[in-house]
C-alpha cells in the first residue's frame, strides 16, 4: 500500500522503565493528529489496562496464525510474550493521522525494511544504569524477577541505538517531551514544505 506522504509515523523506542509509554501518552494527548498504534499482545492485562485500547489482547494461537498469514509489520518475543503490529490498522489510521508506535527495537527494524513508510525513529534512554534500576523499582509493576530480566536486557537493548535517528536522555519528562515535540514539528514543518514544491 502507498501511504500518504503528508503523514509521519514516530516510533519510541528505549529498555523498559526509561518512560516510552509515558511519552508515548503525552503525544497522544498533546497532539489530535496522532493516534498511538495499539499493538497485539499474547501477556495478560494489568489490572488497569482495556482490552483494544492499550492493547489487543490474543492467545498464542491466534498470534502464531497472523504472523503465518503475514498480517503484521512487525513482531517481536518480549519476556516470553508475543508482541506485534497489524497491517491493516496501520494502513487504515495512516490515511487520515499520524501514527505513534510504541515498540522495541526488533519491531524497529523489521518496520523499517517497509521504504513506504515515512518513519522517524526516536530512542530514549536514562542518563545510567543505576537511574533505569530505580525506575523500575519505583514503579511498582513487576516481580523482583522481573526487574532483574528487565534490568539485565538493557546491554542488549542500548546495542540497537545506531538504528534510529535520534538518541533522547530522559532526565526529565517535560524537557524529553519538549525534544520530541520539536522533532515533530520540524518533520511536519518538512513536509508540508516538499509539498508545496512538488
Known sequence: MIHDRSN?????????????????????QNYQSFKISVSHT????????????DYHFITQT????LIND??????AKIFENFYGTLKKNVDETIKENDIL??????????????????????????ANKKELKNRLIKRNQNTKEDI??????????????KDYDYIIINEDIDACFN???????????????FQTIQ
Open 179 to 193: 525534544q520530541i515535540k520539536n522533532i515533530i514539528e520540524t518533520h511536519k514543518r518538512e513536509v508540508i514544505f
Open 148 to 161: 532483574e530480566k528487565r534490568f539485565k536486557a538493557f546491554e542488549e537493548d542500548i546495542k540497537h541505538w
Open 101 to 126: 508506535f510504541d515498540i522495541d527495537w526488533q519491531g524497529t527494524k523489521q518496520l523499517s525494511k517497509f521504504k513506504n513508510l515515512n518513519l522517524i525513529k526516536i530512542f530514549l534512554i536514562t
Open 70 to 75: 503475514g498480517k503484521f509489520y512487525e513482531h
Open 8 to 28: 509521519i509515523m514516530v516510533v519510541l523506542s528505549s529498555p523498559s522503565g526509561v518512560g516510552k509509554t509515558t511519552l508515548a501518552k503525552k503525544i497522544d
Open 62 to 65: 491466534e498470534f502464531k496464525k
Open 42 to 53: 499474547t501477556r495478560s492485562p494489568r489490572s488497569n489496562e482495556v482490552n483494544g485500547v
